[in-house]
């Protein structure tokens, strides 16, 4: 099956756990940073409750939380539809939502994307207040602060999937295929990002087609970076966590599995 028809509901949890941590490339070995003065507990069951409240549409069950991956993939997967059908619910938005996160947070999923102003998880997902931590930086590229969100979300809020989504037509990663083409120094910190995302670059292909094929070895590599971290891979072995890879296409809205 073409990665690109996979449905983003389905998921492998097999185990990928290293034997130890796997530096990241350009520098980044201070990867520590994931698991320091962050509890490896899970929070308490009663401080993740099994449902959303639905006080903006009473009389209607409550909206079930998805506490495994599968189900969080499917919630994703639905929200998605919704979005493409232009058939939004705009869910946990209301007053009484509002208030009811003043003490606490529970997101079911947690999205690693592109700035890309496109391309907002919540809106994509067609989810709410509360339902989705969302990290973001250009190209999906790792840094501590990256990481340590990633661990947060994980370790300390107990969330079940960490989605990696990139994106059709990524500026970040054109600019990093362009300046590979062309040996030209970006500006400022721009050729940081140039140089994280610049060993994913598929050379196999030319022009436009180089760099969709980027695209998506990207969102491979950052999966498979986010995998080989320990305190990740320990949640992935009990099958407490899914890290999963996927695109979102501008001209379709469509998010699907990359594998």
């Known amino acids: 099956?073409?990665?690109?028809?996979?449905p983003l509901r389905s998921v492998r949890l097999a185990p990928t756990a290293p034997a130890r941590r796997t530096l990241l490339r350009a520098g980044l070995t201070g990867a520590t940073a994931l698991g320091a003065g962050v509890a490896l507990a899970?929070?308490?069951?009663?401080?993740?409750?099994a449902a959303r409240p639905r006080p903006d549409a009473p009389g209607k069950p409550a909206r079930p939380r998805p506490t495994t991956p599968e189900e969080a993939l499917r919630e994703l997967a639905a929200g998605n539809r919704r979005w493409r059908a232009y058939r939004e619910q705009h869910p946990d938005e209301s007053p009484d939502t509002?208030?009811?996160?003043?003490?606490g947070q529970h997101p079911f999923a947690l999205v690693l994307g592109c700035v890309d102003s496109r391309v907002p998880p919540e809106l994509v997902f067609d989810q709410g207040l509360g339902d989705l931590l969302t990290v973001r930086s250009a190209g999906e590229v790792l840094d501590e602060a990256v990481l340590g969100s990633?661990?947060?979300?994980?370790?300390e809020l107990a969330i079940p999937l960490v989605l990696v989504l990139g994106h059709q037509s990524c500026g970040a990663v054109?600019?990093?295929?362009?300046?590979?083409?062309?040996?030209?120094?970006?500006?400022?910190?721009?050729q940081y990002l140039a140089e994280q995302i610049r060993p994913a670059i598929d050379r196999t292909k030319e022009g436009d087609a180089r760099v969709d094929a980027t695209v998506d070895a990207n969102i491979r590599a950052v999966r498979t970076r986010l995998a080989a971290e320990p305190d990740l891979a320990a949640q992935v072995t009990a099958g407490k966590l899914a890290i999963v890879g996927a695109r979102y296409e501008l001209t379709t809205q469509h998010v699907h599995r990359i594998g």
């Open 150 to 155: 990633v661990a947060y979300g994980v370790l």
């Open 174 to 190: 054109r600019a990093a295929v362009e300046a590979d083409v062309s040996g030209e120094q970006l500006p400022a910190h721009i």
């Open 42 to 49: 899970a929070p308490p069951a009663s401080a993740a409750p």
């Open 98 to 103: 509002r208030r009811s996160l003043t003490t």
């Open 1 to 6: 099956m073409n990665s690109e028809d996979t």
